[in-house]
């Protein structure tokens, strides 16, 4: 969806390298989400906020961390980026819990590669 | 921790054949979501199942959800080319709701025109 926006589209970085991925979105959603996609490995949650002031971590945060600047800016940085985090992010988003408010809508990608 | 499995992990099929991707979770799912990632894109929500038993339709797709609210499926029939892609189930935790889906591995679909 154009109304979640994700920079940069494709990164190249070294290893030790501090990067940072931005998400925003127009859809008014109180719910962020930080995934990684790997082949064959589905997507994996890495942080979740369900407000500005609720972070939380997901089942790989391992590496990773976060901060949600705004309801419509969620951020993920990698503080000292390695091989294997090389991978196809995704940043979602939902409204809030219960029947199709919890429906999530995905921006287009981050295709990060660590040397 | 909770797992959904999905299987297969790759499908290729003829166009006109059909299609069948399944969805088993190891705890009871209040709801289970399918989505659609087609190649070079991201994933884009198809369908939402509630009830313990549902079936949903979709014009060729045929989604079900388990009784016992475990499992789920999706079934293409008379595949197009336009089917290709991954299709994801993700699954909502029935206890201890923390809100959050928990993505099956995927099932990529090849439909040989």
């Known amino acids: 969806d154009a109304d979640v926006t994700q920079t940069p589209r494709n990164r190249i970085t070294k290893t030790g390298k501090r990067i940072m991925l931005e998400c925003s979105q127009t859809k008014g959603h109180d719910r962020m989400y930080w995934y990684r996609q790997d082949p064959g490995l589905g997507l994996r949650l890495i942080y979740y906020s369900f407000d500005v002031k609720d972070i939380n971590k997901g089942e790989i945060s391992d590496g990773y961390s976060v901060s949600r600047q705004a309801q419509a800016k969620f951020s993920l940085s990698l503080e000292s980026a390695i091989p294997n985090q090389t991978a196809l992010y995704f940043c979602?988003?939902?409204?809030?819990?219960?029947?199709?408010?919890?429906?999530?809508?995905f921006g287009p990608g981050t295709r990060l590669l660590v040397l | 921790g909770q797992q959904v499995m999905q299987i297969p992990q790759y499908q290729h099929v003829q166009e006109g054949e059909d299609f069948t991707t399944y969805c088993n979770s190891s705890t009871t799912l209040s709801n289970i979501q399918w989505y659609k990632q087609r190649p070079g894109g991201h994933p884009v929500f198809l369908i939402q199942?509630?009830?313990?038993?549902e079936v949903k339709k979709q014009k060729r797709l045929t989604f079900q959800f388990g009784e016992a609210k475990k499992n789920s499926s999706l079934h293409i029939t008379a595949t197009q080319t336009t089917d290709v892609g991954t299709y994801f189930c993700?699954?909502?935790?029935?206890?201890?709701?923390?809100?959050?889906?928990?993505f099956g591995q995927g099932t990529t679909l090849q439909v040989k025109p």
């Open positions: 199942l509630v009830k313990s038993g």
């Open positions: 979602a988003t939902s409204e809030t819990s219960g029947g199709a408010r919890e429906t999530q809508y």
């Open positions: 993700a699954g909502k935790r029935q206890s201890g709701n923390t809100g959050k889906l928990i």
